[in-house]
């Protein structure tokens, strides 16, 4: 059974930073590309971050880049997002996503975790 397991979510002030980890069972995420995206109510789910299946290659939505960084520990079958700089419009639910295509469309993720939420004050 695969599962994807984020952690890392919490509540921090304007400016901070968080460092969002996703583990994975039941698959090796080497064979992966590995996704971020992130979701607020009443909002569709958004791209926020993917990398390549050896970490050379990263791709960030435009207000994510600069601020934020995704790596990948293939041996610990784990990604992570850090995240710096933290905006209230960053508030959301983080998920990571395994892909078997270097593609930010959500339809091209099979794995999904369930979510963590980070909420940013103001």
């Known amino acids: 059974q695969v599962q994807l397991v984020e952690s890392g979510g919490g509540l921090v002030q304007a400016g901070d930073s968080l460092r969002l980890s996703c583990e994975a069972s039941?698959?090796?995420?080497?064979?992966?590309?590995m996704g971020w995206f992130r979701q607020t109510p009443g909002k569709e789910r958004e791209f926020v971050a993917m990398i390549s299946w050896n970490g050379r290659s990263s791709q960030y939505t435009d207000s994510a880049e600069g601020r934020f960084t995704i790596s990948r520990d293939n041996a610990e079958n784990t990604v992570h997002l850090q995240m710096n700089g933290l905006k209230p419009e960053d508030t959301a639910v983080y998920y990571c996503?395994?892909?078997?295509?270097?593609?930010?469309?959500?339809?091209?993720?099979?794995?999904w975790g369930q979510g963590t939420q980070v909420t940013v004050s103001s």
């Open positions: 039941g698959l090796t995420i080497g064979d992966y590309v």
């Open positions: 996503a395994a892909s078997s295509v270097f593609n930010r469309l959500q339809i091209r993720y099979s794995y």
